[in-house]
């Protein structure tokens, strides 16, 4: 009928290409300010890892900028949401670490990820593990990792960071530019503008309808504030104040990109040490759980699938690491928080990485200079919120049976700090708990095998 529609319309012209008619889709802001301020909800991750690889491993801070930049302006405008492009936590950890575990080891542990990650998602086994594994498991994954967000976070806030030998110190002072006082007035402020969510901002207009109206509107005003945008852009200021040396001491141009020698050993090491503690957590947290809080987030995004997801992130790496950029994935608690201050399409993402790779390309490495100024509280803050978004996915979980699988799943991921063994746990009480109730419920055992599906 739409068709029909157009072919009669006297200013109708020859349609655009699909393609062209879904980039500009995708790409488009649904509101200028949210948009621009969702923007800023994955940086609480993406600043202290980047920071602590640049100043332990000696990473090109200047070419990871211009790839990620690159990588978030490519994946919002596929998949027009706020698709994160986080670093490969465990790769980063172990790099950290252990100072052996060079540049060459990290992108050799990166290229290995994303290869695994691009073979399972090319011959569809990535969509297959999706819809095998229960909701249950994969909020309790969700859960673990919001909360390890918010505890991370906690500590960010509350003692001095030593980034690059991935240590907490003593406690942070009240005042001071990066102060107790300071990340806790910054939290109040989210608290005030974002409050538990835009549905309850939303209600409460609502239910004050018949208030007055300049109340009504200073209200409005407070709430669309784009607070983590605010917060970011003080951070920033308060940077330039505590380092000006730093701002005097740009070198402007992008840094050299050359390609990364790596040895056999440097191979080996890295598929060790990198690729098999990362490879779980990017299967589990970068694909199966952003499709699952995508699915929860933009159900009309049915494009959105475990094989596009997995090859994306597979894509992502197989070029960039070859140059020394980090290895990168995509990651739940990253959407949640750029959900959580705004962020509503891939417009978001893509303006980040318009920001990225304008600042790769002008200043090279030399932001690590401001960026090791930049008040670790106020990035506290920003993850402490994309954490709790994270966690509270799980509210879903209404039987006490989903309950367990959750909170078992969630505390072997915490406790043992992996989320491989947290998710084996899950499933394993999943799969008892289905037995148990085999006989009583009528059902067979090929029925209690074959799990609930994800949609």
Not at 226 to 239: D, M, Q, Y
Not at 351 to 362: D, E, T, Y
Request: glycine share 10%; with cysteine; net charge positive.
């Amino acid at each position: 009928m739409d068709s029909t529609v157009q072919e009669n319309s006297p200013n109708s012209q020859s349609p655009k290409p699909n393609f062209m008619v879904k980039l500009k889709d995708n790409l488009i802001f649904k509101s200028k300010w949210a948009e621009l301020n969702g923007a800023m909800g994955d940086l609480g991750t993406y600043i202290p890892i980047v920071l602590a690889l640049t100043l332990a491993s000696d990473l090109n801070l200047g070419t990871t900028l211009i790839f990620t930049g690159v990588y978030n302006f490519v994946t919002g405008a596929i998949y027009g949401i706020p698709m994160p492009v986080q670093p490969m936590k465990s790769i980063a950890a172990v790099a950290i670490s252990h100072p052996e575990f060079g540049i060459p080891e990290v992108m050799g542990a990166g290229i290995c990820t994303a290869g695994i990650l691009f073979v399972l998602g090319a011959s569809q086994l990535m969509q297959l593990v999706y819809k095998l594994i229960p909701i249950s498991v994969v909020r309790g994954i969700q859960l673990a990792q919001g909360l390890s967000f918010a505890m991370t976070a906690v500590k960010y806030i509350r003692n001095v960071q030593d980034f690059a030998k991935s240590k907490s110190g003593k406690e942070r002072d009240w005042l001071g530019l990066d102060g107790l006082l300071l990340a806790l007035i910054c939290a109040v402020f989210i608290l005030i503008v974002n409050g538990a969510g835009e549905n309850q901002n939303e209600d409460q207009e609502s239910t004050e309808s018949e208030t007055g109206y300049l109340r009504k509107k200073v209200r409005k005003i407070i709430f669309s504030l784009p607070s983590a945008f605010l917060i970011f852009l003080l951070g920033v200021v308060l940077a330039i104040i505590r380092g000006p040396k730093a701002v005097k001491g740009f070198k402007f141009g992008p840094s050299r990109i050359e390609v990364v020698s790596i040895s056999k050993q440097a191979w080996k090491d890295g598929f060790i040490k990198g690729t098999v503690p990362q490879l779980p957590l990017s299967v589990l947290n970068s694909v199966i759980a952003v499709c699952k809080l995508s699915t929860d987030l933009f159900p009309e995004k049915r494009e959105i699938t475990a094989t596009s997801v997995s090859m994306t992130v597979g894509l992502m790496n197989l070029i960039g690491c070859w140059f020394g950029a980090m290895p990168c994935c995509h990651g739940a608690g990253g959407l949640a928080g750029q959900y959580k201050f705004g962020g509503r399409s891939g417009g978001c993402v893509a303006l980040l990485g318009v920001a990225k790779l304008v600042l790769g390309l002008v200043l090279g490495s030399s932001m690590v200079k401001v960026l090791t100024q930049f008040p670790v509280g106020i990035l506290g803050v920003l993850l402490l919120f994309a954490g709790i978004e994270l966690a509270m996915c799980s509210r879903d979980m209404n039987t006490k049976e989903d309950a367990i699988v959750v909170l078992v799943c969630t505390a072997v991921s915490l406790v043992g700090s992996s989320a491989a063994l947290g998710f084996l746990c899950g499933i394993v009480v999943h799969l008892i708990l289905k037995m148990r109730n085999m006989d009583s419920d009528g059902q067979s055992c090929s029925s209690v095998l074959w799990f609930h599906r994800n949609p």
